[in-house]
């Protein structure tokens, strides 16, 4: 009877599980085969000529993509370690103090609910180098200001603190959570054995939050890798490259120069690399999980 009742639910779910993968593959799917082709509009109508894998040839000797990879890698290894160190301290602190930090929580989720463009806006206007608030500070104690999106050197950067600011709170969230849920009996263990508060958060806190950390880590890490909107709304890619992310360069590819082909050859390019990554990193955690 268990037997029967356990195949009933299975079966009750085959239909939503088939509808999720339709809707999840279908578009992938497709984006792989127009990927080798050439796309053209004429009257209207779609036109594709098939190119093979040209497409993908193509994608070694553009300049473009290649400066969008390194600058993602950076925004990537940056953002995530940031947001990920600054919400576990968060964290920590929001659960020590209890429920008097109810307030501060609340008023730590605020970046999460702002809109995109509304947080471009801000953030260009306090970038700004005549009138931002950046350079009033540097001004009122003596200094120049400086072209924080419109020079090469902190234009980058710039955007990755609208990255850490917009998102560190989801990090808060997630370890937040985690560090609630940790079993108190073992950190009252530590103290009564007389470990000091760096020992405990050393060799019990941090082991016991590994998987909480790797996970937030690995999430963030991934959703950064297809940062688009705060380098569209504060440099546009520029000055230069400097802030070129490959999100950008799939759109003025795809969309701006209207090259469908090869822009549906770079989205699959990067959905291959970050899904061989993720599994790549998947499977280290499992074996680091076994072999403890």
Sequence with gaps: MAHHNSLGKVLSLTPAVLIFAVLALLPVINLFIV????????????????????NYIAIGDDPLFKAGVFNTIIVVLVATTAQVVIGLGLALACSSVGDKSRPFRALLILPLLIPGIVI?????????????????ILESIGLSGHDWLGSSSTALAAVIVV???HWMPFAFLL????????????SEAAKIDGATAWQEFRKVTLPLLYPA??????????????IFDEVFLLTAGG????T????????QRYFLQDNAGYGSALSVSIIFVVSVIIVIALNANKSKGMSQ
Excluded: C
């Design 120 to 136: 471009g806006a801000i953030w260009r206007l306090m970038y700004n180098s005549e009138f931002g608030i950046f350079n009033l």
């Design 175 to 186: 370890l937040l959570a985690a560090v609630e849920s940790l079993p108190r009996d073992v």
């Design 213 to 226: 950390i790797f996970m937030t880590f690995l999430f963030r890490a991934v959703m950064a890798s297809k």
């Design 163 to 165: 990255d850490v600011w």
């Design 35 to 54: 990927s080798f082709h050439e796309v053209s509009w004429l009257g209207g109508a779609k036109q594709m000529e098939w190119v093979g894998v040209d």
């Design 244 to 251: 070129e992310v490959v999100s950008f360069t799939i759109f």
């Design 239 to 242: 000055p230069g490259t400097s």
